[in-house]
C-alpha cells in the first residue's frame, strides 16, 4: 500500500552528475529519517546520506562527502539525492529508505529503516 519510489538513474561519463529522487505514494507513515543507499554487484548495501525530518540534519558517508548532497521537499513528500563528480566507484542500485521510529543514534544500518524503494540503477563509465 504504502510505496517508496526511486527515479533518475541512469549511464554517465566520469565527472557527470545525476540528481536521484524519492517519491512516497499509497499513503500516511512516520517519517524520522530518509536515507540513501547502495549496492554494487556481489558487495552489500552500504550507507550513503541520511537526512533527519525535523530539522533537517544531514549524515554522509566518507565516500561521498563533498560530492553528494540529501534535501528534502516537505511538500512533496520527497527526498532528493544530488550525485557530482561522479566515479566509477559509483556504480551500484541506489536505495531509498524510511525509518519511523525515533532513536538516539543516527541510522546507518539497513536494518534501522522500515520501508524500502525498488531501487534505480547509477552506472558510471571511465
Known amino acids: 500500500q504504502v510505496q517508496l519510489v526511486e527515479s533518475g538513474g541512469g549511464l554517465v561519463q566520469a565527472g557527470d552528475s545525476l540528481r536521484l529522487s524519492c517519491a512516497a505514494s499509497g499513503g500516511t507513515f512516520s517519517n524520522y529519517a530518509t536515507g540513501w543507499f547502495r549496492q554494487a554487484p556481489g558487495k552489500e548495501r552500504e550507507f550513503v546520506a541520511t537526512?533527519?525530518?525535523?530539522?533537517?540534519?544531514?549524515y554522509y558517508a566518507d565516500s561521498v562527502k563533498g560530492r553528494f548532497t540529501i534535501s528534502r521537499d516537505n511538500a512533496k513528500n520527497t527526498v532528493y539525492l544530488q550525485m557530482n563528480s561522479l566515479k566509477p566507484d559509483d556504480t551500484a542500485v541506489y536505495y531509498c529508505a524510511r525509518r519511523t521510529r525515533v532513536w538516539r543514534k543516527i541510522p546507518t544500518a539497513p536494518g534501522e529503516y522500515d520501508y524500502w524503494g525498488q531501487g534505480t540503477q547509477v552506472t558510471v563509465s571511465s
Open positions: 537526512i533527519k525530518w525535523s530539522g533537517g540534519s544531514t
